[in-house]
Every structure is written in C-alpha cells, then in structure tokens.
C-alpha cells in the first residue's frame, strides 16, 4: 500500500514538472531594454517596431496575447497583438506591416527574455531583435550576452538602441 502511494506521490511530481518547462515561462509583465534591427529605422523614434512590452498572456488555444505601447503622435497608445503558434516547435508568427515570424533564443523566466523576428513571406523583410527585462533593466553580463547573440545574427552594435534611455510609457503602464 505505502509503496503504491509513493507511486502515485512521483507520478504526480512527473506531470507537474512537466507542465512547467511549457510556454508559461513567457507569460507576466515584461519591459522593453534593448531592440536591435538590421533596419535601423523601425526601432527608432516614430519607427512602426518601436514597441515597449507590458504584458504577455497565453490563451486557452496555445496563442500569445502581446499587450504593448507605442508612441503615436507623442502619445503612448496601447494595443494587443495576437501571436500563433506555428508547425515549428517554439514559433510564433502574427501579421503587422506583413507576415512576422519569432522564436525565443534564450529565456530566464524570472529575469530575461531574447528573441529573434523575421518579417516578410520569406523572411526577406526586416529582422529584429529584442531583450525584454522582468524589470526596468537587466544586469550587464546579459546585455553582453544579446549584443553577442545580435552579432550572431548579422544584426551590427551599431544598430541596438537602449530604450532604458528614452520615454518607455512607463506611466502608462500603470494606467488601466
Ligand atoms: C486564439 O484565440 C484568439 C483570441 O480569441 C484569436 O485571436 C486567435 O486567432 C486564436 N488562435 C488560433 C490559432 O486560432
Ligand atoms: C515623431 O513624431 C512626432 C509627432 O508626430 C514628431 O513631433 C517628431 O518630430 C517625430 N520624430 C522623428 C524623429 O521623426
């Protein structure tokens, strides 16, 4: 009998584990830190790509509800993307300025998250870069590390912004 329970005690501890290595890692609060593109101009001031973070949800149907600022017209809007999973395992795509696909290079759920986006039907488009922060900044050796992963990349030093420098709508964050 003790033996049985003890089964069924690991069991459960199997399947718990299991479910916690899933996408909920890139659920809660983010901040934007750091953008990177091979275009500079969509990440610049008035750039289409220029998106600061507030919150990532996962839906009941795998997909990802992106909730972002941008400045429009010096004021900071608020709008929600809808990402999909796509066949690959780990890849999300959305349409914004054409088809956008994106994919986690390196995650610490409670820390920092790198990704990196290709835009156009081919991946032709522009590419992007981004390191989001739990909080406001991350720690120097992970900044290093994503200016390494954008050289990787074919993303050049030159083309990363620091928006920890610049307005984030960080008021509006904590507005509705
Ligand atoms: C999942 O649900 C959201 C919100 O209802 C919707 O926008 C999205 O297209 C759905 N995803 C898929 C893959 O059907
Ligand atoms: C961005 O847009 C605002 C408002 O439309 C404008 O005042 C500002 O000069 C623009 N900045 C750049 C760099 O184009």
């Not at 101009?41 to 009941?60: A, C, P, T, Y």
Request: charged content about 25%; overall charge negative; some cysteine.
């Amino acid at each position: 009998m003790m033996m049985l329970w003890l089964c069924v005690a690991l069991i459960l501890i199997g399947a718990q584990k299991e479910a916690a290595a899933d996408v909920s890692e890139l659920s809660g609060k983010w901040y934007t830190v750091l953008l990177a593109s091979d275009h500079r101009e969509i990440i610049e001031e008035n750039g289409s790509m220029r998106m600061f973070v507030k919150q990532v949800d996962i839906l009941k149907n795998s997909s990802l509800s992106y909730i972002y600022h941008i400045i429009e017209n010096g004021q900071c809007a608020a709008h929600e993307l809808v990402c999909d999973p796509t066949e690959e395992e780990g890849e999300y795509s959305f349409e914004y300025n054409g088809h956008n696909v994106f994919h986690i290079l390196d995650i610490v759920s409670d820390e920092y998250l790198i990704y990196f986006l290709k835009n156009g039907d081919n991946g032709d488009g522009f590419h992007l870069m981004g390191l989001y922060g739990r909080g406001p900044d991350v720690r120097s050796e992970i900044r290093e590390k994503y200016v390494q992963l954008c050289q990787e990349h074919g993303i050049v030093k030159e083309n990363i912004l620091d928006l920890t420098k610049t307005d984030r709508c960080l008021q509006a964050r904590d507005q509705a």
